[in-house]
């Protein structure tokens, strides 16, 4: 390996060629970014067309940003040289191609003002090789070099690279000292790519063809995030025009989860992906007017409640009082044209509305069949009568009012809100939908509290707004998107499952998760039930349990849950252990001065800093460590760049990282809810590098 302080100092000629070559494509890729905005100011408006000049303006836009050379993010981390003659097939699976004898892979593709390639993006599939080659299977790879950078911001300095020979005579070790800093290297503030990084197992993962619903099973710190993140990348590299049409959409746990993870995608060149919560998903297209002054969720479930309310029952209890509001025709619809008047009767309409219910076809949907049906009813009746009907006949016997009435008289229109807030608030209209689903205390459970007048004065949970989801995707089938990441995935309950999965019905899913890590009331217990849920039984399960970023010491530690939460669900591995990772410490005095001393011996160290508590303590642990002069900004409340110690609930650690912990009273974490032990299994699992476990209580018993 050739190293070199960042300074500038005399350098070997190989690594005095690399930053130059570094220098060359920061040019070129600035060079790039200003053709683009020079074409866009020489175009400006180019129709006389406001939606379409809205549209090109945005399409430039994006490219503008993913043109942007992305702070501490060199635009390559890795070379490969091949063997002459080697041959690669193409993007467009086309044919084969003869790959260069050289190629530097990074984030996006860079090119000279000849349109030559000076940097190619890892996701092309010439790269491949970079992720997969190996002494037996070189992929035509002669050598392949890995790249070290000091310095920070944008002018981060190229400093080493280290070779790893594939031939058989000289070949190298699988990865290299380069490999295993950057894995474990210090970080603060959001989750950064592991594009430099990707290991073969988790390469295979990325590159799944946009056909495939992949659910992968990943133990802490094997990097599922990630993978699910770079396979988003990926697809948008070899579907973009498909996904483009359909759209792309990344749903996290919370808001927390998903400023964490923001930085990633534009890292990558990729802008426009959006990303949301689940709440944010079931609420998204519900009337403003109707949301309650205090926001949509006003109040938490008891854990029984919710499960009654999640589970997969409830979209019966739902159809049935749906298609309840069905009335048989009891009068006869006469329409008038001119002087004639034409009739059709009870028995007439029965046998319309009963078809149109039996086809399972949307119930929006079925109002405006039925008018055409009604329509096309009277106009068999006149042209027996020798009239001379056409298109512009059916649709004015369509809009009259007696076939609009009747219509509505037979079909009522439905809100989805006020459905749900009808049938939670009314006994016996529950009891008459839920019959033989529901026992009498289910029923009881799931009743809405207080007399809401409305649905902005009611008081909605999670679990109600998947209920009013799946009422309007019974009523009208919601837009699809062509690829959907569910991250967390095993604390959906099945009633949020279905409501994703309509969403994704002609597209496809990545499914992250583990299942030890499931802390809600509903969490799933295996991961097909949940693919079932989500309309993809078919989603291939893979399974990630070799951990590369949390300690051995660490994951020993925390799988000593493993047999009481998530029984049969194996053990995972580390590949890294490092001195001093995992410290306990049982305190016979008051918590927060021995807190306050962990803390300042993690802040000693490199990197991030969590504290993490039940979110009930927190606030009172908080406020003794600013008595003890530690401050310690809430997740969320600042800057999350602002500072490297930050307290975090409980609640919200699930999916975050940081390269020390400090975990307060374990026992209380564990007593704070129904499966609080899966959730301190998640508390423990969050340090990349230390943990530090303070407690006055007695440790829970597969820890002590």
């Not at 070379?79 to 097939?89: A, N």
């Not at 000076?118 to 080659?133: F, G, H, N, S, T």
């Not at 070779?163 to 699988?174: Q, S």
């Not at 530690?557 to 053990?571: H, M």
């Amino acid at each position: 390996m050739t190293t070199t302080d960042p300074s500038d100092v005399p350098v070997s000629p190989e690594l005095r060629a690399e930053r130059d070559h570094l220098a060359a494509a920061r040019a070129a890729l600035t060079r790039m970014r200003e053709e683009v905005q020079g074409t866009s100011l020489m175009l400006g408006d180019v129709v006389n067309d406001k939606v379409t000049n809205a549209a090109l303006r945005r399409g430039r836009e994006r490219r503008l940003a993913a043109l942007a050379d992305v702070p501490g993010a060199p635009l390559f981390f890795g070379r490969l040289d091949f063997d002459p003659g080697t041959v690669f097939v193409d993007d467009d699976d086309a044919g084969r191609a003869d790959a260069p004898d050289r190629v530097h892979v990074g984030r996006r593709h860079v090119h000279d003002a000849d349109g030559r390639p000076m940097v190619l993006d890892w996701r092309a599939p010439l790269c491949v090789a970079y992720y997969r080659a190996s002494p037996t299977d070189r992929m035509g790879v002669l050598n392949r070099r890995r790249y070290g950078f000091g310095g920070s911001g944008a002018e981060a300095v190229l400093t080493a690279f280290e070779d790893e020979p594939l031939t058989a005579e000289d070949a190298g070790p699988a990865a290299g000292d380069l490999l295993a800093a950057e894995i474990e290297r210090p970080r603060t503030g959001p989750m950064r790519d592991i594009v430099a990084t990707i290991q073969p197992e988790q390469d295979d993962l990325v590159r799944a063809p946009l056909e495939t619903t992949l659910c992968v099973q990943g133990a802490p710190g094997t990097g599922k995030t990630a993978v699910g993140l770079h396979r988003v990348a990926f697809l948008l590299y070899t579907e973009r025009e498909r996904l483009a049409r359909s759209g792309v959409a990344i749903i996290g746990p919370n808001r927390s989860f998903l400023s964490y993870i923001r930085d990633v995608l534009p890292a990558l060149g990729e802008v426009d992906v959006a990303q949301t919560t689940v709440t944010e998903l079931l609420t998204a297209d519900l009337p403003e007017r109707a949301r309650p002054a205090a926001g949509w969720v006003r109040r938490t479930e008891e854990p029984a409640a919710a499960r009654v309310k999640g589970g997969a029952r409830m979209a019966e209890v739902l159809r049935r009082d749906l298609w309840s509001r069905l009335r048989a025709p009891g009068e006869a619809v006469v329409v008038r044209r001119g002087a004639r008047r034409w009739r059709l009767y009870p028995e007439d309409l029965r046998p319309l509305l009963e078809e149109l219910a039996e086809r399972g076809v949307a119930y929006g949907s079925g109002r405006e069949l039925l008018s055409h049906r009604i329509a096309h009813a009277v106009l068999s009746l006149m042209e027996a009568a020798g009239e001379v009907c056409d298109d512009r006949t059916h649709a004015q016997v369509r809009r009259d009012p007696a076939v609009r009435s009747a219509v509505n008289a037979l079909w009522p229109k439905v809100d989805p809100l006020t459905l749900v807030l009808g049938l939670l608030t009314d006994p016996e209209r529950l009891a008459r939908a839920a019959d033989g689903l529901l026992t009498p205390d289910e029923q009881a459970a799931v009743l809405l509290p207080g007399r809401p007048r409305g649905p902005r004065s009611a008081h909605w949970s999670e679990e109600d707004l998947a209920l009013v989801d799946e009422a309007a995707g019974l009523v009208e089938r919601p837009a699809g998107l062509g690829h959907v990441v569910v991250d967390e995935a095993q604390d959906l309950s099945p009633m949020q499952c279905r409501a994703i999965g309509r969403r994704c019905v002609s597209g496809s899913l990545t499914v992250l998760g583990d299942i030890a890590q499931g802390t809600s009331p509903s969490a799933a217990k295996n991961w097909s039930t949940l693919l079932e849920h989500l309309g993809k039984p078919t989603g291939h399960l893979r399974v990630l349990d070799r951990g590369y970023r949390v300690p051995a010491q660490i994951i020993d530690f925390a799988a000593r849950l493993l047999p009481a939460i998530a029984p049969g669900l194996g053990a995972p591995g580390a590949v890294r252990r490092t001195e001093g990772a995992l410290t306990v410490t049982s305190v016979d005095g008051p918590l927060a001065p021995a807190v306050a001393e962990a803390c300042r011996d993690a802040l000693k160290g490199e990197g991030s800093v969590g504290l993490i508590a039940a979110d009930r303590e927190l606030p009172a642990l908080r406020d003794a460590l600013t008595a003890e002069g530690l401050s310690v900004p809430l997740l969320g409340a600042a800057d999350p760049d602002a500072g490297r110690l930050v307290a975090v609930p409980a609640s919200l650690a699930k999916g975050l990282e940081f390269d020390a912990v400090v975990v307060a009273e374990p026992a209380s974490v564990v007593a704070a809810e129904e499966r609080g032990a899966n959730r301190l299994y998640v508390v423990l699992t969050r340090a990349v590098s230390t943990l530090r476990v303070v407690h006055t209580q007695p440790l829970p018993e597969p820890l002590g």
